[in-house]
């Protein structure tokens, strides 16, 4: 077990409707990264956070946005809803800092959302 | 042309076969590279880094090539156990704290009894 935990596990929503994900990152990682997962395709890059700031953003629309706190857990939240919105949304923590560890990256469960 | 390309497979190999795999990524700034195992339904897991000397774990050897922009990953001996989907991970962030993370889409292995 990596230690990164999600939650809820999984989630039905209706499209228009707002949701929020959480994730609690592994002891000792200041980095959280969130993926968005849909069946059959690779992970795609949402955004990361580094020290409760944005550190880099993939291509997604202002409507996914997040926080991510003290403590270093951290937030996934969507706004308005889209049936494409339908996927695996996976959060993965880092040790951050210096050296080749930096980007390895480990990985929480999962939170499967259907929106409806 | 996509960031990060693999073969989608599946490759289907008998127990005890070598194979490998190549992922070819666009950006020649691309500064980290990874390979992550995801069984189904379940999250990705890092199987290995890949450092420009290239990187060995036992069965598992993986190896960059800058000057053609791909990595590989071989498989020797396969197991059963080695079934999955492999993911090639690249990291075109700049020389900041930016990270910009880019994963292929994953090459399915299933190895045979």
């Known amino acids: 077990e990596t230690g990164v935990t999600q939650s809820p596990t999984h989630l039905i929503k209706t499209r228009g409707q707002q949701v929020t994900l959480r994730c609690s990152s592994q002891?000792?990682?200041?980095?959280v990264s969130w993926y968005q997962q849909a069946l059959g395709q690779g992970p795609q890059f949402i955004f990361q956070y580094y020290r409760e700031e944005e550190n880099g953003r993939g291509n997604f629309p202002p409507r996914f946005s997040g926080l991510q706190f003290p403590n270093y857990s951290s937030e996934l939240n969507v706004n308005a809803l889209e049936l494409d919105d339908s996927a695996l949304y996976l959060c993965?923590?880092?040790?951050?800092?210096?050296?080749?560890?930096?980007?390895?990256?480990?990985f929480g469960p999962g939170t499967r959302l259907t929106v409806l | 042309r996509k960031e990060v390309e693999q073969d989608p497979g599946p490759f289907n190999v008998p127990e005890g076969a070598t194979v490998a795999f190549n992922c070819t990524y666009s950006?020649?700034?691309?500064?980290?590279f990874f390979w992550y195992r995801q069984d189904c339904r379940k999250e990705p897991k890092l199987l290995m880094s890949v450092y420009s000397s290239g990187n060995e774990d036992g069965r598992f050897t993986a190896q960059l090539n800058r000057a053609s922009q791909y990595i590989s990953l071989l498989i020797r001996d396969s197991k059963l156990s080695d079934s999955a989907t492999y993911l090639c991970?690249?990291?075109?962030?700049?020389?900041?704290?930016?990270?910009?993370?880019?994963w292929g889409l994953g090459t399915s292995l299933a190895v045979n009894p």
């Open positions: 002891s000792g990682h200041n980095t």
């Open positions: 950006n020649s700034a691309s500064q980290s």
């Open positions: 993965a923590s880092s040790p951050g800092g210096g050296g080749r560890t930096y980007n390895e990256q480990f």
């Open positions: 991970v690249v990291n075109i962030g700049d020389a900041g704290n930016n990270r910009k993370l880019i």
